[in-house]
C-alpha cells in the first residue's frame, strides 16, 4: 500500500484547509484509515480515524467539531476537513492505513503504512 498526501498550506487562524491521502496497491485489504499530526518537539497523535467501511469515525477532543475525516472508496482517496484552524493546530499531518492480512493457518496480522506527511500552519 502506497498513500500520498496532498492539501496542506499555510492559513490564517480560522482558515480551512482540506487533506487528501490517495492510496493505491492492495487496498482492498486496507481495514481502517485515519490522520495522525506531530509537532516540533512532540509525540505523534491520532487525529481522527475511521474503518474501512466508513461506519464509524473517532476524533481527537482537540479537534472535535472543527474536522472531518472522510473517504471516497470510488477514488481510494481519504480527507481531512479541517475547519476554524487554530495556531496550535501546526503539525505535519500524516496518513495512515492499516491492513489486516489473513495469512495460511489463520493467523491475522495488521501491517501499518505512512504517508510522506504535510506541514499545516494555522497562523495567529
Known amino acids: 500500500v502506497q498513500l500520498v498526501e496532498s492539501g496542506g498550506g499555510l492559513v490564517q487562524a480560522g482558515g480551512s484547509l482540506r487533506l487528501s491521502c490517495a492510496a493505491s496497491?492492495?487496498?482492498?485489504?486496507?481495514?481502517?484509515m485515519g490522520w495522525y499530526r506531530q509537532a516540533p518537539g512532540k509525540q505523534r497523535e491520532l487525529v481522527a480515524s475511521m474503518p474501512s467501511d466508513g461506519s464509524s469515525t473517532n476524533y481527537a477532543d482537540s479537534v472535535k467539531g472543527r474536522f472531518t475525516i472522510s473517504r471516497d472508496n470510488a477514488k481510494n482517496t481519504m480527507y481531512l476537513q479541517m475547519n476554524s484552524l487554530k495556531p496550535e493546530d501546526k503539525a505535519v499531518y500524516y496518513c495512515?492505513?492499516?491492513?489486516?492480512?489473513?495469512?495460511?493457518?489463520?493467523?491475522?496480522?495488521?501491517?501499518?503504512?505512512w504517508g510522506q506527511g504535510t506541514q499545516v500552519t494555522a497562523s495567529s
Open positions: 496497491g492492495s487496498t482492498f485489504t486496507i481495514s481502517a
Open positions: 495512515n492505513a492499516v491492513r489486516t492480512v489473513v495469512h495460511l493457518g489463520g493467523s491475522i496480522h495488521d501491517y501499518e503504512y
